[in-house]
């Protein structure tokens, strides 16, 4: 996968966390992986399709997930709620739009689909093999890793 | 000279917002009711826009791009088609130059990417629907 397809999506990613939560937001280090169920439970994607094809992949634990939808709905949630999941769904719809957004003004062409939310197979099924960019970022709510996967025609 | 949007005269007028999230949605209508609009109609996704658009006859339809059965550049399309006279603003994650071109061709009176700033939002809606921004014809 190329690399200048990532970096987009890691400075959308600063900005726009940056931006809803009002603080600071760590990068960590990136890794390259196969494809497989991101390491925490809740995962939403965002199909990516044009030049390459693939999704981008917002994923957390539970406690992050309830911490960030919460700060998102300016409430105290205690529990993952449907608008909860919803603000979270927006959340990657705007990282990944931005993300697009600098590479189509690059020269690129991709296009998106509106996010839905990942449902965890069974540990045997097998998944193709893709490299996968997970990029882990530390925020003031717990740990979100976005995870990029491009497929090159 | 920049101006709040508490600055704003309040002056009712009608809004349908078109997004496929709650909470998009919930975002955009708090910025319209802090300037005296009123949320006549959601729509999830383009159809029930379109839909929306002909059976309200809202004073401003704030519409997102990406959007499941119809996405926002064929919804704006089919309505400017039937009402040259709309006032389209589109509200997306997607801003890229080709993008704002586009709808802007198309008949959008204005462009605002997301995520937004709220009185920055709301002063293009005021805008919009003043008459004091339209886009082009």
Known sequence: MRYDYIEPFVTSTIRVLGGVLQSNITKGEVSLTESGWPAGDIAIEVPLFGDSEGNVVLNMNTATAVKLSARLNGNAGTSLSPIGMDALSELINMIAGNAVSVLNDEGFDFTMSPPSILVRKNSGEQTSLLEVFRIPFLTDCGDVTIQVTLRTH | ?137
């Open chain 2, 1 to 137: 000279m920049a101006h709040s949007v508490a600055d704003i005269d309040k002056k009712d007028f009608r809004c349908l917002i078109a997004d496929d999230s709650a909470f998009a949605r919930r975002n955009i209508a708090t910025v319209l009711e802090r300037l005296g609009g009123s949320v006549v109609g959601e729509a999830t996704n383009g159809l029930e826009a379109i839909d929306l658009y002909e059976k309200l006859r809202p004073d401003v339809v704030l519409l997102d791009i990406t959007m499941p059965q119809l996405d926002g550049v064929e919804t704006l399309r089919k309505i400017m088609e039937r009402h040259r006279d709309a006032k389209v603003i589109i509200v997306s994650s997607l801003g890229h130059k080709e993008m704002i071109w586009k709808a802007i061709c198309l008949g959008a009176k204005s462009f605002v990417t997301k995520p937004f700033n709220a009185e920055y939002a709301g002063m293009i809606i005021r805008d919009v629907v003043t008459g004091t921004i339209g886009g082009m014809k």
